[in-house]
């Protein structure tokens, strides 16, 4: 006879000593079988357990959970004991309405969020509903019990991943500066690509992660515009890309202008004047409830039937809120390349910074067409100093302005900075109070440009004791000193050839 549910499982809060239960779990698991985790929520919110035996032979074993209204994501880690090494439980999930997957036996780890889930399950609705785990018994031999226990985490609005939103764990754990692109677009919006037949198609989101590697990128920020659905691709791309950290991102496409929301999937009404999105102000107010990152897309473009809303003509407010700027994209680029100056939006951005506002340069190639090479995907590539590849690491450092843009879309030129006053020491982004009279030593080894202008600017103007003409080294160090008067100051550096733009910093602040 069926064992009634009350024997089949217990359901009850997690106890302090499940965490270092989970702990133990997660070390007999690959990287990719495990749940990503939202940051300061490590313990589990549930935790089912029970057991079958052989009487469940062939049967599916429904346990039931209840799951809170306003709950976004829900994680489901599972394991159970085989005493004899041949029990198999098959496992699948239902909302209380409908079937949202089944994983079989080879898969410990569940996500399912509204708008992605884990490769076997369907993303949609989650909270407010009376889930069921099922258990399918596909083996289990005589006088065996196994003991089953599933750990299940609720996400709400506004958490972000203690990591990474589709990698319970770093891909890499090293203090350096790690390369990426900021803005990149596929089949989800307007990104295109030559079919196997040679026609124009829709592309798919793997063609941009490989692009991305051929250019030597070590993270790359999916982008397309006002969209959600991308996230189920990038969620089942991770575990194989393993050596390339995918940042969820998206444009936020406006007759104001466009702007990247990075590090949520949540959704994000991108219909200004609406009820529900009244003003530029609201959705910038909204990313950042979410725990995304604002970041203003090439705002000095023009604005036409080419491209509706490109340039920003938000309300000025609106810069005060927002965390970066892409200062440098593709069409800066090309631009350059036929000869003009790429330097438009750089001016809108330190015209930002004369006014007191720390706000990031990030570049972003804003790709949509996987097929350009060289030019395309990682032109220009953002570099960023952050201590782990991780998405939480990275979108932190940009935050704090630990970023420099290399214009050439090609490894090669190498810039490192380290700034110091007394026993403070810091790099770019970072802040120093100097009081008059004071000094502030910067160390900079650059490599890969030999021959090429140092351009050290001081509030946007160029300075003499900052700069050299031309590098003489392949690999050259440059310990440089400036005075403070006391005042608020930024001083950042390029690199160039002539009057062409190679690389650029973000700056240190100095009396901010």
């Known amino acids: 006879m069926p064992k009634t549910f009350s024997r089949l499982a217990s359901l009850a809060l997690l106890l302090a000593s499940a965490l270092g239960s989970h702990q133990a779990i997660a070390q007999d698991l690959p990287e990719w079988d495990k749940v990503p985790l939202a940051k300061g929520h490590e313990k589990p919110d549930l935790v089912l357990t029970g057991t079958v035996d052989r009487s469940d032979y062939q049967r599916n074993v429904p346990v039931s959970f209840d799951v809170p209204g306003g709950v976004t994501r829900i994680g489901v880690a599972y394991e159970y004991t085989r005493p004899d090494g041949k029990t198999v439980i098959n496992l699948g999930l239902f909302d209380g309405k409908t079937f949202r997957g089944w994983s079989g036996s080879n898969k410990h780890t569940v996500v399912i969020d509204e708008n992605n889930a884990t490769p076997s399950f369907i993303a949609g609705p989650v909270g407010g509903r009376r889930w069921s785990l099922d258990l399918g018994v596909s083996y289990i031999g005589e006088g065996v019990t196994s003991r089953y226990t599933a750990r299940i985490w609720f996400w709400r609005p506004g958490e972000v991943p203690a990591v990474s939103t589709f990698s319970p764990e770093p891909l890499e754990v090293a203090d350096k500066w790690y ?10 919006s307007d990104g295109f690509c030559t079919s196997r037949r040679g026609r124009s198609v ?47 991102g998206r444009e936020m496409t406006t007759e104001q202008g466009h702007a990247n929301v990075f590090g949520t999937t949540e959704y994000i009404d991108h219909r200004l004047g609406e009820k529900s ?17 604002f970041s203003i897309n090439h705002p000095g473009s023009p604005t036409d039937f080419r491209c509706r809303g490109c340039g920003w003509s938000a309300p000025e407010a609106t810069y005060a809120a927002t965390d970066a700027m892409e200062v440098m994209n593709s069409g800066n680029l090309w631009k350059q390349l036929g000869g003009g100056d790429a330097g438009g939006d750089v001016a809108i951005w330190e015209k930002q910074l004369a006014q007191g506002r720390r706000i990031t340069a990030i570049g972003g190639s804003d790709n949509h067409d996987v097929d350009l090479g060289r030019l395309g995907v990682g032109f220009p590539t953002t570099l960023v100093r952050a201590p782990e590849l ?17 214009m050439t879309g090609k490894p090669g030129l190498g810039f490192d900075l380290s700034a110091r006053c007394g026993a403070r020491a810091g790099t770019v982004g970072d802040a120093f109070a100097l009081p008059a009279g004071q000094t502030l030593e910067l160390a900079l080894t650059i ?4 021959g090429r202008k140092l351009v050290g600017l001081v509030d946007g103007q160029p300075a003499a004791e900052l700069s050299a003409e031309s590098l003489t080294e392949a690999r050259q160090a440059l ?3 400036w005075t403070s008067d006391g005042q ?20 240190v602040y100095v009396n901010y």
């Open 179 to 188: 390369r990426g692109d900021f803005h990149l677009h596929t089949g989800h």
């Open 202 to 248: 829709p592309c798919p989101l793997y063609r941009t992660v490989d692009a991305a590697l051929a250019a030597h990128l070590d993270f790359a920020a999916i982008t397309d515009h006002n969209n959600v659905a991308l996230y189920g691709s990038m969620r089942e791309l991770q575990p194989f890309y393993d050596d390339i950290l995918l940042i969820p």
């Open 277 to 293: 999105m009244p003003d530029m102000a609201t959705m910038i107010e909204r990313a950042h409830a979410a725990g995304g990152l």
């Open 390 to 406: 991780s998405e939480r690491a990275i979108l932190d450092a940009v935050k704090a302005g630990h970023v420099m843009i290399d």
């Open 447 to 450: 490599t890969g440009a030999k």
């Open 479 to 481: 310990p440089l000193k």
């Open 488 to 507: 608020r100051h930024w001083i950042r550096f390029e690199l160039r050839d002539g009057a062409q733009r190679l690389f650029m910093t973000n700056p």
